[in-house]
Nanobody, 128 residues
Framework: QVKLVESGGGSVQPGGSLRLACGIS????????LGWFRQAPGKEREAIGA????????YYTDSVKGRFTISQNNADTALYLDMNNLNFMDTAMYYC?????????????????????WGQGTQVTVSS
């Protein structure tokens, strides 16, 4: 079991950058797929991407490819989401997620119900 705590949200102007962090605690000895979801006001929650460190694999949804980067620290105690060239459509509550998996994140990393652990979320607002 793991606990996830997000930080780093805030307000940013269009075209700006922001880094979100997710602190990971608990039983980190197992293999986990880690990822990020977001939910904009009035919209369904959507997957942003995922990372599986044992395979050096990362996955991104099309709307963030080339702008967002997911990474982990060496100790597996933190997950990051680096966001560049932000626009109004990126305004949302951002959630860190984890799921214990021995064979990677793919497939189904984009499906909300495939993730067991969720953080409480951190708000990102893009406004001028």
């Amino acid at each position: 079991q793991v606990k996830l705590v997000e930080s780093g949200g805030g307000s940013v102007q269009p075209g700006g950058s922001l880094r979100l962090a997710c602190g990971i605690s608990g039983d980190t000895s197992k293999r986990y797929c880690l990822g990020w979801f977001r939910q904009a006001p009035g919209k369904e929650r959507e997957a942003i991407g995922a990372i599986y460190k044992p395979y050096s694999s990362t996955y991104y949804t099309d709307s963030v490819k080339g702008r967002f980067t997911i990474s982990q620290n060496n100790a597996d105690t933190a997950l990051y989401l680096d966001m560049n060239n932000l626009n109004f459509m990126d305004t949302a509550m951002y959630y860190c997620v984890a799921d214990q998996r021995d064979l990677g994140c793919h497939p189904y990393w984009w499906e909300e119900d495939k993730w067991e652990y969720w953080g409480q979320g951190t708000q990102v607002t893009v406004s001028s």
